[in-house]
C-alpha cells in the first residue's frame, strides 16, 4: 500500500514573479498545485505597508509576531485621574535617556536638550517630562533601598564634615548608584566618584567640581560635571548611571548605547577643598529629591512678565516661517502646570499657586501678543504647543494644556474654591476639543496637527507613539470627564493599532 | 567536482506560524537558512491590508500582478474641458448596463432607477448620466453604421406606412442592435422585434405595445415595454440588447449576468394596429437620440416652482435623520445644468437657457428652505449632494455641482454675456473648495464626505472608485483653472492608488 505522505514534509514551492502596481517586481513563491497560495516576502511587506515583524524563539519552536505598529504603553489607570497622582504613563518614562538629553546638570540638578540646538539648553518641557517622571515613579515604585554614610570615621552627633584635601570615603555599593549628600563649600574643591564598570576600561571616576562647566570628559576615564559656585547648603543627588553613560557618550553617543554600560560597584569616594558635607548617601532611587529639582527649575525660570516658559531656541515647522527664539508653548504652560500643582501638593509652598497663576497668562493672549491662544475658524479656542501664524493646532500638546489647566483647576477646586479663569480656558479648550477631535482622525491613523488645513500639505501622520500619546491623553481626560465622545476615539485609535481600519462606502 | 545547484531548483522552505498583532495566527514559509526570509499568503493580505492581486497567465510564463487599489479611468483630457465636449470619463459610462437601472422606459426613453427603491423611479441624476455618458460617446466613437428600412415593399417616396395586423419585416441585422423609428399611432398596437441570441432559447421576441406598463417577461421568451398612449409623432430610440437583458433579469439580475446574452441576429419586425411608422433604422448607436431624450427629461421634470429636480424617494444617511422624499440635489442640479448646457449647444433652443437659470435657485436655499446651500463653520458656500441637517459636506457631488455651475458660466460667456448669480455661485464654491480639499485628505485615502466632523462619526472613506472619480473632477476643474492647489491633490491622491502615503513625522 502507499505510504500516506509525512505531516512534516517540507513545502513545494515555486519561485513566482509578482508585479506590484505595474511599478516594480518582488520574487514570491507558490505552492505546489493549479490553486496553490502565492506568499509574499516580509521585506517587502514591512517596507510597503511599513509594519513590524520579528522571529521569536520560544522553547521547542520559533514563531513570527507580525505587529501593525510598534505598540507602546497605553495609560490605564485603576483610579481616576488626579493632579497628586501618577502622571499618564510618565512612570515608565526615563528622560535622562534620551539620545537628546545632554546630560543631568549638576548646577540645578535637570536635563539639558539637545534636540533643536547642538549646544544643550534648558528646555522647559523636558524638565517638567523629567519630574513628573520622578514624581510618577516616586507613587509606584518600591520604596529605594539606602544607605547613609555620615563620614569616613566613626562619628554620629557630627552633622558636617570638614572637606579635607583628599579625604577618602570607601563605599562599595553594587545596587544603589544615586548618590546624594548635602554640600556647603567654603573654598573651590571636588567630589570624586570611582565607579567599577563592566567596561573593558573597567574604572571609571566622575568629579562633580566647583565649577560652571556643563560636562566634560577626557576620553580616558575621567569625566566632569560643574556643580557651579554656590557656598550655600544644597542638596545633590545625582545618578550616577546616568552621569556615566552621558559622560562617555559626549563622544558618540551610539558607542555609549553600543558599550551597554553599567556599574558593577560605586567603590569610594574622595573630597577635595574647604567645606562641609553631610548625609552622604547611596540609594537606588531619589525620585523626589529629581522631582524637587524640576520644579525648582520651573519655579525660579518661570518669565515674570509673561508668566510663560520661554524657549530659546528658534524653532522650525515645515510649511511655516521659522519662529524665533523665545517662544512660549501651551504644552509647556501645561506641563509647567502639572508639575507645580504637585509641587504644591508636596511641598505645601504658595509661591506655587503664584506660579500656577501666572502661568494662565500665555492662554490669554494670540502668538502675536506672546502668547499660545488660537481659535479654529472664528469658533473653537485652542491652546499652540508651537504659536505658528497661522495656527498649527497640534493636538498631543493642546491636550497636555489642557491637562495642566486641569491639575490647576482640581487642585484650586480642592484646596481653595474654584477661579473663574482657569475654569474658564479648561472648559473652552474641552468643548474645542471635543468638536475637533473627528479633524484628527484619518480613518486608518491619527493626524498629528492641522498643517494639512492650515497652509495646504500633505496631513502629517502622527508616528504610533504620538498616536498612542493621543489615546493615553484621551483616557486620563475620560478618567475625569467620563464623557462618552472620548471613549469613542479611544476605541476605535486603539483599534488602527492593531490594522483596524475605519470603513469604507 | 561538486556539481553547482542548479538556477531552477525549487526553492526551500518550510512552515512557519505567524503571530498577528497577537490575535490570530496565519500559517506563512520561512525560506532555509537561519537569515530565511518569511513569506506571508496572499489571502491573508489581501484581507487585512484590502488589497487586490491575480495571477496572470502570459505566453510562457505567470505573473502575480498587485494592485493597491483597483484602479479606473482617471480622466485625462487633451484638451481642457469644455461644455460642449465629452464628460469627464462619461464615454466610458454604461448607465443602462448597471444593476440598479431597472430598464430603459419606453415612454420616456430614459433609465428608471432601484437604487433606494425597488419599484423603480425616475432619478435626475442618474438620468443626466444617462444623457451625458451618450452625448459624450457621440463625440469620441467612430459614426454608427446604419441600415435604413422604409417598409416591408420597396417604397421610396411614402415617408409613412400604415401598420397592419401583423405586417412583418425582415431585418438579419447581426451588428446593429439600436432600432429606431418614427411612430404615430392611431390605435392601440404593438412592434415586435424577434431576437436570435446566444441564450439556449434561441429565440426572445421583445414587445413595444402602446400601454403604460414599465416592463414585463412572461418568463420564457416574450418581453414587454409599453410605449405610452401618444397618438402624436415621437421619435423612438431602444437598445434592443440592453431590452433584452433588462427584461430577462427581471426575475434574477444575476441570471442575465450569468447567461452574458448577445444577440446573434435582429431577425424580423411585426407591427400591428393602426398608424404610421417611418425611418425604421437599425444602427450601431443613436446617442444623439439617446441624448435627446434624456435632455427633455431634465427639461420637462424640473419642478417649475423651486427650479429643482426633485427626488420623490426617501434618502438615508447614517447618522442622519432620514431626508424625507422631495429633496433636491446639488449634484442632480449640477449634472441637469451639465445636459441642459449641452442640449442648448446641440439643439439651440432658448428654452434650455431658461431652465439653466431656473435649476440655479436651490443653491441660494438652505435645506430648511427645500434648497443645496451649506456653510462649513460660518465661513465656506458649499452645494449639498444630500441636503442633511447638520450637513455632510460630500465632496464629489459638490464638484459635480461646481461643474454644472462652471458649464453654464461658460455657455453664457460664450454665446451672451456672465451672470452675475452663477459667476458668485461658480466662484464661492470653488474658494471653499480650495480651501477644504484638505479636510479630505485622510493621507493613504480620500473622505467621501465630512460626516466624522459634522456628526463624529469615524470617517467614511471613499472607496476607490469614488477616489478616482475626486481625481477625475480635480483634473476637469485644473485644465480649466490652472490652479496649483489642483494639482497638488491630483499628484498625491493619484499617488494613493499606488499605495504611496503621507509621510509620518
Known sequence: PDEPPRSDALPSVSSLECLINDQQTVQCLKAAGTDGQVYMPFDFIQNYFEVYGKMKHYDGYDRFEFQQSYAKVIYN???????????????????????RVKCISGITGVPLSTQWHIQGYYYGIQIAQFGMSHYSKELVQRPPTKQVYENAEDSIQVISIPLGSGAALILGNTIEHILSFDLKMITNGSLSVVLETNDKLKQYTIHYITSNIVIDFDHKSNIYYGLGASRHWRHIARDLLTDLKKGIGLTDTRQAKKVRINILKVARLTVRGSGFIDNITLSTSEHLSQFHDASQWIYLNQDEETGGWKNEVERRLEGYKPIPAGWISAMGQGQGMSVLSRAYHVFQN?????ALSQAMLPFTKFPHE??????FMDKYTWYEEYPTEPASFVLNGFMYSLIGLYDFKALLEDKFESYELVTRLYDDGMTSLKAMLPLYDGGSRTFYDLRHFMVQMPPNIARWDYHTTHISQLVLLYSVTKDPVFKKYIDSWTGYLNGKVAKHN
Open 350 to 354: 504658595p509661591k506655587y499657586i503664584v
Open 77 to 99: 489607570p485603576k483610579v481616576p485621574y488626579s493632579y497628586t497622582g501618577v502622571f499618564m504613563t510618565f512612570d515608565s518614562y526615563n528622560v535622562e535617556a534620551r539620545d
Open 370 to 375: 506672546g502668547g499660545v491662544r488660537a481659535v
